[in-house]
């Protein structure tokens, strides 16, 4: 029988408070839920790729790099494509927010600056709707839980551009590093890389998902531990099919073999899909919800003066 945990008396009987989770089940079945993913790198470097690989769908369209002929567009175009996936009776609204044209100037200074403009008109939205007299029972969901910084592989070290881009955006975003195109380096080479990538991040104070200071016990201190180690993930992603022992993988072909992307051996791209999809997709949300949305309502509502309703024609963006 159940014990009761204030003074420890036994239950006489069974009240049925475990059905709760399964109440929550079906009710979150019903509604399905939304999940909002950025991809911000350099053009080529796979980002729609491991996106369709991740999802297992062409959710990601490619825009295979630029043509000759065609000129590198002068500013960052945001674009935000929806779709519905559907897996075992669960529904998810996925969002993939594409950054075409990110570090693909002469000159990137400031180019982080209209992603995170984007990111805060996301909150701005959310924050519109929440004070609004009459709310909707559900508000649309459309900010970033998750944003996927794509490393060049050099080799070497990264670039002044990732630094200023994850310094000014880790406080308003969970921001995921991977390593692109893993297979150009050896797994020596890749070895090394990781551990500067990882110095040079703690020497620029840079707070990349998870965070530390939001491990709500022993037992989640522990299982993020092993994922900071273990990033930046090394990636390789495809969305074609190779015959590899008699069996089907998702591969890319070389002069010397196949790449298995799902092969933890060849890369770690099944470790970012745990990790991002399996084990803290929910945990990417509230994180999102309650601390990075927070901060921009707190910031938003002191801006205001108090807590009264923003009207339609208050649309005085903040450029925090």
């Not at 770690?268 to 991002?276: C, V």
Request: glycine share 8%; proline share 3%; with cysteine.
């Amino acid at each position: 029988l159940a014990k009761m945990s204030g003074g420890g008396s036994t239950l006489l009987g069974y009240i049925g408070i475990d059905t709760i989770i399964e109440q929550m089940r079906k009710k979150t079945m019903k509604a399905g839920f939304d999940f909002n993913i950025m991809v911000v790198g350099n053009s080529g470097l796979g980002k729609s790729t491991l996106v369709n690989t991740l999802f297992k769908s062409q959710v990601s369209r490619r825009s295979a790099g630029w043509a000759r002929d065609e000129k590198i567009p002068k500013t960052i175009e945001i674009k935000a494509v929806s779709h519905v996936l559907e897996e075992g009776g669960v529904k998810m609204k996925l969002t993939v927010v594409d950054t075409p044209g990110f570090g693909d100037q002469i000159n990137n200074d400031n180019c982080w600056e209209p992603i995170s403009k984007y990111i805060n008109e996301q909150y701005e939205k959310f924050l519109k709707e929440e004070v609004n007299i009459t709310r909707k029972k559900r508000i649309p969901d459309t900010r970033v839980h998750c944003c996927i910084y794509f490393i060049t592989p050099t080799g070497h070290s990264l670039r002044s551009l990732d630094i200023e881009f994850m310094k000014r955006l880790s406080h308003s975003v969970n921001i995921i590093p991977v390593i692109a195109k893993s297979d150009t380096m050896t797994i020596e080479e890749r070895l090394e890389f990781k551990q500067r990538v990882r110095k040079e991040l703690e020497m620029g104070g840079i707070e990349v998902y998870p965070q530390k200071e939001f491990d709500e016990d022993m037992e989640d201190k522990s299982d993020n531990d092993k994922i900071r180690e273990a990033m930046p993930f090394a990636v390789v992603g495809s969305d074609k099919e190779y015959q590899v022992n008699g069996k089907r993988v998702l591969g890319r072909k070389t002069a010397w073999g196949i790449v298995e992307v799902e092969n933890p051996n060849h890369c770690e791209f099944a470790q970012l899909r745990d990790f991002l999809i399996r084990s803290h997709l929910q945990d990417l949300k509230e994180v999102t919800h309650n601390i990075h949305y927070e901060t921009y309502r707190a910031k938003r509502l002191n801006e205001n003066g108090g807590l009264h309703p923003i009207t339609c024609n208050d649309t005085q963006e903040s450029n925090l």
